[in-house]
C-alpha cells in the first residue's frame, strides 16, 4: 500500500520558517520524481518546488530563493525548507510522488503564516 504523509506544517509568523516532510513507503522511492504543492483557500492547487529521480530541482518563481526541496532516498522522505515565510504562503502543503504513469498524493498539511 502506498503512503505519503506530510508532516511539519503549522503556524509560522512572517519572516520565520518551517520545515515539511514527507515520509513514502510502499514505492521505490529513488525512482520517483517527487513534488510539493499547495492549495490556498479558493484557489487551486499550484506546484512549489519539484525535484526528479535525479536530484533536478525546480521552483515556483514566488519560492525561489526562499524554499529548497530536497530528499533522502535511504529514508524514503522529501523535504520542504521554507524560510522567509509571508502570508500568501498560507496553504496547505501537499506531497506527490510521480513515475511510470502512477500519481501519488499526501493527505496535506496546512502552513499559516502570520504577520
Known amino acids: 500500500q502506498v503512503q505519503l504523509v506530510e508532516s511539519g506544517g503549522g503556524l509560522a509568523q512572517a519572516g520565520g520558517s518551517l520545515r515539511l516532510s514527507c515520509a513514502t513507503s510502499g514505492i521505490s522511492f529513488r525512482l520517483y520524481d517527487m513534488g510539493w504543492y499547495r492549495q490556498a483557500p479558493g484557489k487551486q492547487r499550484e506546484p512549489v518546488a519539484t525535484i526528479t529521480r535525479r536530484g533536478a530541482t525546480n521552483y515556483a518563481d514566488d519560492v525561489k530563493d526562499r524554499f529548497t526541496i530536497s530528499k533522502d532516498n535511504v529514508k524514503n522522505t522529501v523535504y520542504l525548507q521554507m524560510s522567509s515565510l509571508k502570508p500568501e504562503d498560507t496553504a496547505v502543503y501537499y506531497c506527490?510522488?510521480?513515475?511510470?504513469?502512477?500519481?501519488?498524493w499526501g493527505q496535506g498539511t496546512q502552513v499559516t503564516v502570520s504577520l
Open positions: 506527490q510522488a510521480d513515475a511510470y504513469g502512477n500519481h501519488y
